[in-house]
């Protein structure tokens, strides 16, 4: 994105928090609300979060601040949603699927479609990257993929670190598209950044 300033905030507690407690807590929303109010202070023009384990939070900030606040799946959902009717959904946290599965159904309710989930939660997959064996959790990742979503129209990674595994996998072995976030955002913020600067010029 030319002409684009970008810098980074991070705060890895507002995972670790939801992780430990099994959802998003109140409180972890409003430090993420107060992290956004900050970037909105330090000249952001607008904010992408990029967890979508606290979706529910950036869904809040929407509605609280005057510059876009956008989730980093956002893009990625409404495509899966355009892309198909049974849609699957993978993701190697619950606190991660079960957000990706409400955005998903939240898109599909904007555009008046009728989407059918099949979710797939890769365990053991986390706690082996955490112990640094990416290894096996590509492994996991990978037989999930093909055993769990045949016949699904579309797959989409719940979490960007996903994305590698499909990659690396011969081309031509999965039957059907899938999708993950990273590159999606990526365009989602130039053409969000693009109308903004449009709008300035005008």
């Given at each position: ?20 407690n ?44 005057d ?12 495509q ?21 599965i ?96 449009g709008?300035?010029?005008?």
């Amino acid at each position: 994105m030319p002409e684009t300033t970008i810098f980074h905030m991070v705060d890895e507690s507002l995972i670790k928090d939801t992780i430990r407690n099994g959802y998003l807590r109140r409180v972890t929303m409003r430090r993420l609300l107060a992290m956004i109010e900050s970037a909105e202070m330090s000249g952001a023009d607008a904010v992408m979060v990029t967890c979508s384990s606290i979706g529910a939070g950036v869904e809040l900030g929407k509605q609280l601040f005057d510059f876009p606040v956008v989730r980093v799946d956002d893009a990625m959902a409404e495509q899966a949603v355009r892309m198909g009717r049974r849609i699957g959904v993978m993701a190697t946290l619950r606190t991660t699927l079960e957000p990706t599965i409400a955005l998903l159904q939240a898109k599909a309710a904007e555009a008046g479609r009728e989407i059918e989930i099949v979710s797939s939660l890769c365990d053991g997959a986390f706690d082996a990257v955490l112990a640094g064996d990416t290894a096996t959790h590509d492994r996991i990742l990978s037989q999930a993929l093909q055993n769990d979503m045949k016949g699904v129209d579309v797959v989409v990674l719940a979490q960007a670190s996903m994305a590698r595994v499909v990659k690396a996998m011969p081309e031509g072995l999965l039957a059907m598209p899938v999708l993950s976030s990273p590159e999606l955002a990526v365009r989602r913020a130039a053409e969000i950044m693009a109308s903004r600067n449009g709008s300035a010029a005008r």
